[in-house]
Nanobody, 129 residues
Framework: QVQLVESGGGSVQAGGSLKLSCVAS????????MGWFRQAPGKMREGVAR????????NYPDSVKDRFTISRDNDNNTLYLQMNSLEPDDTAIYYC??????????????????????WGQGTHVTVSS
């Protein structure tokens, strides 16, 4: 049974940092691309980072590029999202997700939700001004 469990959310002031973690189980983690998404109140869910199987290729939208860093520990089946210079607009529920097998070669956007098949329950991040 595939499980993704996020942690590390919390409240922080603007300009601060947080590091999110996502522990994966129930599948061969090292074989899958992984991603982070977020959903702010009243907004649609959006992708904020994706990483390939060995951690050598990452993708970010312009809204978080140079502030967020995705990484993975394949020995411990854990995905991370380091978030720096946080802004109030970063307030959201953050989800980790497993990319569908082969989705990276489909030509679709790395942040298209249809490219992901399993999702965690999310962790809340609140950034105050």
């Amino acid at each position: 049974q595939v499980q993704l469990v996020e942690s590390g959310g919390g409240s922080v002031q603007a300009g601060g940092s947080l590091k999110l973690s996502c522990v994966a189980s129930g599948f061969n983690y090292v074989h899958y691309y992984m991603g982070w998404f977020r959903q702010a109140p009243g907004k649609m869910r959006e992708g904020v980072a994706r990483i390939n199987t060995v951690g050598s290729v990452t993708n970010y939208p312009d809204s978080v590029k140079d502030r967020f860093t995705i990484s993975r520990d394949n020995d411990n089946n854990t995905l991370y999202l380091q978030m720096n210079s946080l802004e109030p607009d970063d307030t959201a529920i953050y989800y980790c997700a497993r990319a569908r097998w082969g989705s990276a070669y489909s030509g679709a956007s790395p942040f298209a939700e249809a490219q992901y098949d399993y999702w965690g329950q999310g962790t809340h991040v609140t950034v105050s001004s």
